[in-house]
């Protein structure tokens, strides 16, 4: 089962407002997929924008100088499960357009400039946001509490 993600919760899980992502969606062709309210973005989808969001804010990147690496960012990110994810590292030279998932680990060598962005901190920074906004009393009414059992009746294997 694919969980998809609307635009909303897309926003809420980056921490981007509303006029941030229609600016990086008119920049980037991936996001221009979704159409109004509907769900429409896979998980893989969530930490790419959060890279993309990472290049923006921490490293001043124009969001349109991106816009080359989205569509392979975007492919790369969805390829993978979030657990492989967060033991990887995306490496990315942004006026080659080229991108690399390598082991987090991994010596990257190479006679350009790189950018080289953990994935770990990001998967867990999402998977924070993504629990915090489910309700936790959703489910309050399966709570039960601990009940003594007398010993005649764990000895019949606990029926009474």
């Avoid at 997929?33 to 959060?50: E, I, Q, T, Y």
């Avoid at 960012?73 to 030279?93: D, M």
Wanted: contains cysteine; charged residues 20%; proline residues 10%.
């Amino acid at each position: 089962m694919t969980v998809l993600y609307t635009p909303g919760q897309l926003r809420s899980a980056i921490s981007i407002a509303p006029e941030t992502y229609r600016h990086w969606k008119k920049a980037l062709a991936p996001l221009r997929r979704g159409r109004g309210h509907s769900p429409c973005f896979s998980s893989g989808d969530l930490v790419a924008v959060s890279v993309i969001r990472s290049l923006a804010t921490d490293m001043a990147i124009r969001v349109g100088a991106l816009a080359p690496i989205a569509e392979p960012l975007f492919e790369l990110c969805n390829l993978s499960p979030w657990p492989a994810l967060e033991r990887a590292k995306v490496v990315i030279n942004v006026p080659g357009a080229q991108l690399q998932l390598r082991p987090e680990l991994a010596e990257v060598v190479s006679d350009q400039p790189l950018i080289t962005i953990p994935l770990g901190p990001m998967v867990a920074r999402l998977r924070e946001q993504l629990l915090a906004a489910s309700d936790s009393r959703e489910q309050a009414s399966l709570l039960f509490p601990p009940m003594p059992i007398n010993t005649a009746a764990s000895a019949r294997g606990g029926r009474l």
